[in-house]
């Protein structure tokens, strides 16, 4: 139990630790209590005192069958099924003692107190709280790895995208950036760092203790988000910890609850935050008028007046509906959920439904020694597929003073270079993909002694997808390409089986307290694909649904192709913990693991992870002190692994490509398109982390701080090789070493408490440096300590980073700009070729070898504020973020901000603006340094106003709540961009090429969102 904070010279102490956290709170005293201190509650002694009450949880919820008792006494009630109850206890002093499971128990003196409204907080609210950790949950007092909670209540409200974003901004660390508006993607996640070059930086999701994914689970199902961070709480899972584990709980039921309906729902609009300024039709004709002749695109005034993203963009609304059935009884308890959503772009034809239902049922027998539990998730999503990111391109570039449509209802097209009506290409283009999604999952739990626990889990998923796209004949691939309409389609197939075993012991003697557990893991996967492509279409009607009615495939010209592959993962693992006293703590655990995906040579990997902790507030030296709640210092180590991604990376492959003619006939080609290696493996990461848990004045002020160092060992890459004697020019190895260290820091506080009204806050800090330690070893190199990653795309085609020894990943390459000629011209910093002095010259006078390192694309330092105001029945949250110390190339500017007639499209009006203040742009397009901006922003990201309603005395409803909220309400940077809050992965290079902002980029949304809960 906590020890009651005494306002007894603490205050200041209390004040100037919170200054920076809290400002003046008017009337309001700073961190007022409004627990009672000393024995405020007693009166003189009375006998046959008679107390009412009522007993709520954390959320004001009314919980019956609570167990009342007087104290050393069996003098005891119930409470009813509105929680009400009423006792008569012998004196003043009696202690009422409330108990019910799944709750903590809670002692009150009743005093002369005659109404008592009682509030019980669940297990996992508690100091102490439960916080799940790999095959099992450990008190949070116990815990000796950097691991972070976050409950229900202190989730992101309103329209989240996935489960991602319900804790965006809440774990330091935990970097989760939502850079699309798209509606069909998903948030971006990266945790302490990059670990991988080639490797995802996505972390092992597991949805109660399942492998899934951010999507699998409706975001308002969700009753916890746990996130293993380091790597002695990640070790247990091998190969597939590296990036993070992130743990998502379900809501649930309990024994003995009364059957409870829960309905959520809201329904949101969404604008795009902000609009690219492009010329509009009376732009172009100001410049006209000026004297400014275009090519291309702009050559003429057609005497329209289009606004072409106007053309393609909408106000995009959704709506969300999510209802759950709870109840149980002492043996039996179930949950039940169904979940709509049905969410528009700003964008036409980009769109997004699903419906996910889920159920879960657990029976308990033989006096709780056996429990059996069964679920099923099954969800369906369907989306659009007219829509390509081509069309927001083609808009950008489009003469505003085209016209849509011909007089006789034809579309407008003219016949520039990838010059197409973005309109027609939107309408003309029919499509939708389907995904399916299954998961059924059983378990049998087996408690023999209380000691003991057994058991088995079997789960199986499945995806299966089916994607298809049809031009119609007025398509510009019929009109301009001659296809006279072309269909795709494809299916695909994906299968997951899982067996999970495991035996857990947990034994106390005196201060001595054991647990062990011991486990075994197989899991097998599958995919399957089949494609095939056809045009010349006698009709649109069939779409893609008749695909063998394109006259291509008679003529040969169709194309198929088909796909399978399987593996297999399997691993035991163990872990042993020893607490003594609840002062020192010890974890070990130990997973070996084998793959089907690693070489011949390299099956199997090893991963242990150690950690130790240190409660120091328990120490006899600290008991003095009592303001402080727990002070722990924690000290780990562990080894973790990233899978290689294809399952036959270390296989030699042998394709069919091209044909020969032998003795008359056409014979298909056999080629050799990988190469063996039987010493393929892991990707190894070893870090270490030390860190600090401390909590004062009764829970108020507390924190964590975190250090950690990892390296990654045998990291993979493609390297050139020699043929012969290899049989394919490529190898993928395990060669290269990458480093990161970081710092973590989170405050949270509750600044200001009365009997009306609570402000709580917290601060998360993170910052992470990494580096490219090597990249070649004696077997496999480079020429250079170097090679390019990234690239911009035609017209410019070049790369756009650098992957260096000694430098960080995400690093800027290419030509510094340092002026402009008077006729637009740019001017570089370069290399004399003959001197090899660096020195000013034009841009088309420099090679590559005088690119220079331009900036990094990935911030240095993530910072979060969230705060929640709750005032009688009216809540606030207000959650804000920020990233800084980095670079964003902003592509639209390096494309469209230029004045140069001869390129041929439609441009941004800052393309007129002069450069250095001496002239604007005329150079060719080029990738310069004047394009790379700062990055560094700070958004206030979510605001959410509620209000739960005082329901009085009926039975109906238990509790209700309205709120608005507004998502991406403003962002303060200095970049000129659309939103600094770029993808951290793109394209092929991943995040090699980090801090590119791509000129086809769907915007980001601001979005307002009205929304209920009840429960009845």
């Keep these: 139990m906590r020890k009651r904070f005494h306002n007894q010279g603490y205050g200041k102490l209390l004040l100037t630790a919170c200054f920076l956290l809290s400002a003046s709170a008017g009337g309001l005293q700073l961190f007022a209590s409004t627990v009672s201190t000393g024995n ?40 009813d099924m509105d929680g009400k109850f009423t006792i008569t206890v012998s004196n003043p002093k009696a202690i009422l003692q409330f108990s019910y499971v799944g709750f903590q128990s809670q002692e009150m003196t009743v005093g002369n107190q005659k109404s008592i409204t009682v ?21 949070k007092g116990d815990v000796t790895s950097a691991i972070s909670s976050v409950k229900s209540e202190s989730f992101v409200k309103g329209a989240v995208t996935d489960a991602g974003q319900l804790v965006q901004g809440k774990v330091a660390g935990l970097n989760i950036s939502t850079p699309s508006g798209d509606p069909t993607a998903n948030t971006q996640i990266m945790l302490r760092g990059i670990s991988s070059m080639k490797g995802s930086t996505t972390p092992l999701v597991l949805v109660d203790g399942i492998p899934g994914s951010l999507n699998t689970v409706a975001p308002e199902d969700i009753e916890a988000i746990d996130v293993l961070k ?96 709870r109840g149980g009884s002492k043996q039996t308890n179930y949950t039940a959920s169904l979940n709509y959503r049905d969410r528009q772009g700003t964008f036409k034809k980009t769109d997004f439904e699903s419906l996910t239902g889920r159920f879960d049922i657990t029976q308990s027998m033989f006096d709780n020694k056996l429990t059996a539990n069964m679920s099923a998730i099954i969800s369906e999503h369907t989306m659009p597929r007219s829509w390509n990111t081509y069309i927001y391109r083609q808009a950008m570039i489009h003469n505003p003073t085209e016209p849509v449509r011909n007089e006789d209802g034809s579309w407008f097209e003219r016949d520039l270079y990838f010059y197409d009506n973005p309109v027609s290409y939107l309408n003309e283009t029919v499509g939708e993909l389907k995904r399916k999604n299954q998961r059924l999952s ?124 399987t593996d297999k993962l399997i691993g035991l693992f163990a872990r042993v913990g020893y607490n003594y006293d609840d002062r020192y703590l010890f974890m070990f655990s130990l997973r070996r693991e084998g793959s089907s995906k690693f070489g011949a040579d390299q099956k199997w990997g090893n991963f242990p ?43 030699r492959s042998l394709n069919y490509q091209g044909a020969f003619l032998y003795n008359g006939t056409w014979v298909k080609a056999l080629e050799t398109v990988r190469n063996t290696n039987a010493d393929l493996r892991w990707e190894k990461k070893k870090e270490f982390n030390v860190g600090l848990d401390w909590d004062v004045f009764n829970g108020r002020l507390g924190g964590t701080v975190d250090y950690y160092s990892r390296v990654t060992t045998d ?65 496999f190199s480079f020429e250079k300590d170097f090679f390019y990653a990234g690239y911009v795309s035609e017209p410019i085609q070049t790369s756009s980073h650098i992957v260096q020894v000694g430098k960080p990943i995400g690093t800027f390459y290419g030509l510094k700009s340092v002026d402009i000629t008077d006729d637009g011209l740019w001017i570089v910093e370069g290399k004399d070729p003959e001197t090899g002095e660096w020195v000013h010259m034009k841009a088309d006078q420099a090679d ?88 560094s922003y700070w958004k206030i990201d979510n605001v959410t106003l509620g209000y739960t309603f005082n329901l009085g005395k009926q039975n109906i409803i238990k509790n209700l709540r309205i709120y608005g909220s507004v998502l991406n309400l403003a962002t303060i940077t200095g970049y000129k961009g659309l939103d600094p809050e770029v993808p951290m992965s793109v394209g092929d290079d991943g995040v090699l090429s980090a801090g590119t902002d791509e000129r086809d980029k769907y915007p980001t949304n601001r979005t307002y969102t009205f929304g209920v809960n009840v429960t009845f």
């Design 848 to 935: 590559s070898n005088s690119w220079q390192e331009l900036g990094n694309g990935i911030p240095k330092h993530y910072l979060n504020w969230n705060n929640t105001i709750n005032y009688k029945g009216f809540d606030l949250s207000i959650n804000m973020r920020g990233a800084f110390g980095f670079q964003i190339l902003n592509y639209q500017r390096m494309y469209y901000e230029n004045a140069k007639p001869s390129l041929q499209y439609n441009r941004l009006n800052s393309a007129f603006d002069k450069v250095y203040g001496k002239s604007p742009v005329l150079d060719d397009q080029r990738y310069v340094s004047y394009y790379i901006e700062n990055g």
């Design 119 to 139: 509030k019980l907080m669940e297990d996992s609210q508690l100091v102490d709280e439960v916080v799940v950790i790999g095959y099992g949950t450990q008190k």
């Design 715 to 779: 990291g993979l890459w493609d390297y050139d090789v020699p043929v012969p004697p290899f049989m394919y020019p490529t190898i993928m190895a395990n060669v290269a070493e990458l480093k990161n260290n970081g710092f973590e820091l989170l405050v949270r506080a509750i600044p200001v408490q009365t009997d009306d009204f609570q402000w709580s806050t917290n601060v998360s800090y993170s910052t992470n440096k990494n580096k490219v330690v090597s990249i070649s070893n004696d077997q």
């Design 40 to 79: 405020s509650l007693e009166v003189s002694q009375q006998k046959g005192v008679t107390v009412t009450g009522v007993i709520k949880d954390a959320s004001g919820m009314e919980l019956p069958g609570v167990n009342v008792v007087e104290k050393g006494t069996t003098n005891g009630t119930m409470s």
């Design 609 to 651: 992870g150690v950690s130790v902790g240190w409660r120091i507030n328990k120490e006899q030296f600290m008991q003095d002190y009592h303001w402080l709640d727990d002070l722990k210092l924690r000290v780990g180590y562990g080894v973790t692994g990233i899978n290689v991604g294809d399952p036959y990376n270390s296989l």
């Design 230 to 325: 380091d790597g002695s709480a990640t070790a247990i899972y091998g190969t597939r910890g590296t990036n993070g584990v992130i743990i998502i709980t379900t809501k649930a039921s309990r024994k003995e609850m009364p059957p409870t309906i829960d309905y959520s729902g809201y329904l949101s609009v969404s604008t795009i935050a902000k609009r690219p300024d492009v010329m509009s039709a009376s732009d172009l004709r100001q410049k006209w008028s000026e004297g400014y002749e275009f090519l291309g695109a702009n050559s003429e005034d057609f005497g329209n007046d289009t606004d072409w993203l106007d053309e393609i963009s909408r106000t995009a609304i959704s709506h969300v509906h999510n209802l759950s059935l």
């Design 442 to 565: 059983a378990s049998l739990t087996y408690r023999p002694i209380e000691s003991v626990t057994l058991k088995g889990m079997y789960a199986r998923r499945g995806t299966s997808t089916t994607d298809g796209v049809y031009h119609t004949k007025q398509h510009v691939n019929s009109t301009k390409n001659g296809k006279n309409g072309d269909a795709y389609r494809k299916d695909s197939d994906f299968r997951n089986n899982l067996i999970e075993l495991t035996a857990n012991w947990q034994q106390s003697f005196n201060k001595h307290n054991f647990n062990a557990l011991v486990g075994y893991n197989y899991e097998d996967n599958m995919n399957s694909s089949m494609e095939i492509s056809n045009y010349d279409f006698p009709t649109d009607a069939y779409t893609y649904d008749k695909i063998e009615a394109g006259m291509a495939l008679q003529r040969g010209e169709a194309t198929m192709k088909s796909y399978k592959s």
